[in-house]
């Protein structure tokens, strides 16, 4: 298993996965009870997953994967409380709006 090969996030212990789409299905599905424990757990969980995955192979760029998994749901969650608006959105990140809309492009969600 390379670190190209995202994190399993089926399992309902971590709601990360909002797909990347446009704005229209960017809203979560509706919170089920493992949704309750902080983003810290639900993490460090679907990494003991991704491991237990990996059964003893090697992984190389573990954290830009990570990152990935992780950045583009943050992004569209914050797009979703915006209502879309980017300059809200970059504001709420701490981003300049310029760097936010090329993250949008590179996760195609714009």
Do not use: C, W
């Not at 090969?5 to 809203?27: E, F």
């Not at 919170?31 to 424990?37: K, N």
Request: no cysteine; net charge negative.
């Amino acid at each position: 298993m390379t670190s190209q090969q995202p994190i399993d996030q089926s399992v309902s212990a971590s709601k990360l996965d909002t797909s990347q789409r446009g704005l229209d299905g960017l809203a979560p599905s509706a919170p089920q009870a493992s949704d309750e424990r902080p983003l810290r757990e639900a993490v460090f969980a679907a990494m003991e997953r991704y491991f237990d995955h990996l059964d003893g192979g090697t992984v190389t760029d573990l954290h830009a994967m990570v990152m990935a998994e992780v950045e583009a749901p943050l992004l569209s969650s914050v797009l979703v409380y915006t209502n879309g608006n980017q300059t809200r959105a970059a504001e709420m990140l701490g981003l300049n709006r310029g760097t936010l809309r090329k993250k949008l492009k590179h996760y195609e969600l714009i």
